[in-house]
């Protein structure tokens, strides 16, 4: 893995993979703000989570910027770099397992692409906190895959403060406590399992400590903004138009001094395109957020197939580039653009 910061031009390179969620009617939404505003939150209260190819999007992200982002929650997904450029890993190892995945030697890629400051210094992670999960009856991503991250994070943080959470029942899908989710062990649209576990609060109550009750949401609390100047900023093609974010009341008006971040990537067709506002408005991240002082910032992917990427699947393995899992991975870029604009940040890349 190469440390350099920029990119070469966008590399269009593979897949029809990694199938996490399915359709769903489009939504009209209010129009969207031209960029994110800048909102009271704490620099030390930035968090990312993911399922799937949200889930090795929500590591890259958190190792790349770990001196910014201070823990994951991650369900169904490998370690940093697993893939290694390459889609045969991608598909294999990195998913169905079978081929053991070299931790150590990731680990010593992570150390070195640091040490050539193409990511943050890992010294950023060793008080991080992380939430990993993995249901048993998942046929998309083989438990040794999760294993595998388990082990990858634990050689950086401390032990104490990771949490795994294998699921008897669980398929690919994201855990809820939501009676209108699917059944636990069906991986269907918009993969939202009802496993008698609330995933999204669990997670952030590991991230973040103990929490007030849900309640629900307010109107006007979620809004989309416009992701084509962040996009343009990262060097993107594969961001839609608009994305979600969500701002609690209190958040926006400065009713509280000290807001938290809360980055969510969606999984392999799970996003808007596909589903519609069911995972945003379903995965039960919204009332736990409402209560707790929590902004929620969903960006959002489309399917393309120049670069190839049918199914709206983060950059893990390098169809936007070789630097995707660096700092200067484009996606990784575009990201970044939009928290430095909702912590107030000059533009990171100077």
Not at 27 to 42: F, M, N, S
Not at 182 to 201: H, K, M, V
Not at 220 to 245: H, I, K, N
Request: overall charge negative; charged content about 15%; hydrophobic content about 40%.
């Amino acid at each position: 893995m190469s440390a350099r910061h920029r990119r070469p031009g966008v590399a269009g390179l593979l897949l029809a993979v990694v199938a996490t969620a399915g359709c769903g009617g489009p939504v009209d939404p209010p129009a969207a703000a031209a960029r994110l505003p800048r909102l009271p939150v704490a620099g030390d209260g930035v968090t990312v989570s993911g399922l799937s190819s949200g889930g090795y999007m929500a590591v890259q992200f958190h190792v790349a910027w770990s001196s910014l982002v201070h823990g994951a929650g991650v369900i169904a997904a490998g370690p940093y770099y697993c893939a290694e450029d390459s889609m045969r890993r991608a598909l294999g190892r990195c998913m169905a397992g079978g081929e053991p995945i070299p931790t150590g030697e990731l680990a010593g890629a992570t150390s070195r692409v640091a040490l050539e400051e193409a990511i943050d210094p890992i010294a950023g992670l060793a008080d991080d906190r992380v939430w990993l999960f993995h249901g048993q009856a998942d046929s998309t991503v083989d438990k040794s895959v999760v294993d595998a991250l388990a082990e990858y994070y634990a050689l950086f943080v401390s032990p104490s403060n990771i949490v795994r959470v294998e699921h008897p029942t669980a398929a690919h899908t994201f855990p809820t406590d939501s009676p209108a989710a699917g059944p636990c062990g069906q991986s269907e649209p918009p993969y939202l399992g009802r496993c008698g576990l609330d995933g999204a609060r669990a997670l952030l109550e590991h991230l973040y400590g103990p929490l007030r009750p849900a309640r629900a949401p307010a109107a006007g609390e979620l809004t989309v903004f416009d992701q084509r100047p962040y996009a343009a900023r990262g060097g993107s093609e594969s961001f839609a138009a608009q994305g979600w974010l969500f701002v609690p009341r209190q958040c926006r008006t400065g009713a509280t001094a000290h807001c938290r971040l809360h980055v969510v990537f969606h999984g392999c067709r799970q996003g808007s395109s596909f589903v519609g506002d069911a995972f945003v408005r379903g995965a039960g991240y919204l009332g736990t957020a409402a209560a707790n002082d929590i902004v929620l910032l969903f960006p959002q992917l489309v399917a393309s197939f120049q670069p190839l990427n049918p199914n709206g699947c983060w950059d893990w393995w390098g169809y936007e580039g070789r630097w995707y899992a660096l700092k200067g991975g484009a996606q990784v870029m575009t990201v970044r653009a939009m928290v430095a604009d909702l912590l107030g940040e000059p533009d990171p890349a100077g």
